[in-house]
């Protein structure tokens, strides 16, 4: 199943998209607003692999939307369409749990590329989950990180991360107290091929940070190296 929610008010925009990813081999199910893509995603059993969201629309906007679907699911992947150009609208988008945005207007080949890359890495997530080999696990402190269930627990208490953060959080107890050059998180989480910004890597440090940290704006943890990247530190 390789299977996408599109959700977006504009029937031009909407059929312009379904066309192309059709296709590319996808599977399209269309909604008109935030309210019927809920009902949808819910009659459907929450059974996507995508959804991408227009940001604007009225009723529930793609904002509330990317949040209600992601408390729903957390390994679906979800891309958000903007025609704005500001950039606390993409911000707020990858905030809300969003893994990634398309500025409108995009071309045919830009928006399967994104959608191709994302689902990649969907499929990377769910092949592990139904990986049976023995657990394993990565210690580094407080923090226990399962690579087998891709899940982070902290003295016990499970820290929910989408498929994306989990990504970031691997990359980095694999590489402990070791400074990882944005470039680098962004090729290994989004893929050579990605076409979009490297700022997309500190909104989610900046989201994984308001999960993992006690003082997000003082971090212990996942901390900068100016002029650099980040590094996960151990040394506490």
Not at 10 to 26: D, K, P, T
Not at 120 to 131: D, K, L, P, Q, T
Request: one cysteine or more; charged letters at 30%.
């Amino acid at each position: 199943m390789k299977r996408i929610l599109v959700v977006e008010d504009e029937q031009a925009i909407r059929e312009f998209v379904v066309i192309n990813l059709n296709r590319a081999g996808y599977e399209t199910v269309e909604a008109a607003s935030g309210e019927e893509a809920l009902r949808t995603f819910n009659n459907m059993g929450g059974r996507f692999d995508i959804a991408l969201l227009d940001i604007t629309m009225p009723g529930m906007d793609g904002l509330t939307l990317c949040k209600e679907l992601r408390a729903l699911s957390g390994t679906m992947g979800i891309i958000m369409l903007t025609a704005r150009t500001q950039e606390m609208d993409k911000v707020s988008g990858l905030m809300m749990g969003a893994d990634d945005y398309v500025t409108k207007p995009f071309s045919p080949s830009e928006l399967v590329a994104r959608v191709d890359s994302l689902y990649r890495r969907v499929e990377i997530m769910a092949g592990a989950s139904r990986n049976q080999k023995p657990a394993e696990e990565i210690v580094l402190g407080d923090f226990i990180l399962n690579t087998r269930r891709r899940s982070l627990m902290r003295q016990g208490e499970n820290i929910e991360l989408t498929q994306v953060e989990f990504q970031i959080v691997e990359y980095f107890f694999t590489n402990p107290d070791t400074a990882l050059d944005r470039t680098d998180i962004l090729k290994r989480v989004w893929g050579d091929s990605y076409v979009g910004e490297e700022k997309i890597v500190d909104v989610n440090i900046r989201r994984l940070r308001m999960k993992i940290e006690k003082e997000p704006s003082s971090p212990e943890h996942l901390v900068t190296v100016w002029g650099m990247g980040y590094k996960w530190r151990t040394g506490i």
